[in-house]
C-alpha cells in the first residue's frame, strides 16, 4: 500500500470510528432509559457512558480531517480505544452490575469492535509513519 493510499485509509477509519461513536452515543443518551430494561444496565450508566461519545468523535473527525492526521492524536484515540474496551469489560465483573444475557452480549461485541477499531488505527499508523520517515 503506498504512502497516500495508507494515510487516506487511516482518514476513513478515524472517520467510521467518529461516526459507530455518535452513533452510539445518540442510542445510549436516547434511549438509556429503553436500554436499560433490555440489558440489565443502569441507566445513568448508559447515559453517562453516552454523552463521553460526543467530544471522542469531535476529536476522531478532526483528526480524520486532518492532511496528515497527527500522530500524537491518533495514538490518544487509539488508547482511548483500548481503555474503553478493558473498562467495558470490567463493568461486567462489578457486583454492582447485573446484565442480562443480552447485556453481556451488548457490551462484549461492543468491547471487540472498539479494539478491532483501534488495532486497525495501530496497524494503519505504523505503516503511514514508516511512509513519512522514507
Not at 64 to 90: D, E, H, T, Y
Request: glycine share 10%.
Amino acid at each position: 500500500m503506498s504512502a497516500p493510499s495508507t494515510v487516506n485509509f487511516l482518514k476513513t477509519v478515524l472517520i467510521v470510528d467518529a461516526l459507530t461513536c455518535l452513533g452510539f452515543g445518540i442510542l445510549l443518551t436516547t434511549g438509556s432509559e429503553f436500554l436499560a430494561g433490555w440489558l440489565g444496565l443502569p441507566v445513568a450508566l448508559l447515559f453517562y457512558a453516552g454523552l463521553i461519545l460526543f467530544p471522542c468523535a469531535a476529536l476522531m473527525i478532526i483528526t480524520g480531517r486532518q492532511k496528515l492526521p497527527n500522530a500524537g492524536l491518533v495514538w490518544l484515540i487509539i488508547v482511548g480505544n483500548f481503555v474503553w474496551a478493558v473498562a467495558s469489560i470490567g463493568i461486567l465483573v462489578l457486583p454492582s452490575i447485573a446484565p442480562t444475557m443480552l447485556g453481556y452480549a451488548f457490551v462484549i461485541a461492543q468491547a471487540i469492535a472498539v479494539c478491532g477499531l483501534a488495532v486497525f488505527e495501530y496497524r494503519l499508523l505504523g505503516h503511514a509513519r514508516r511512509f513519512a520517515t522514507v
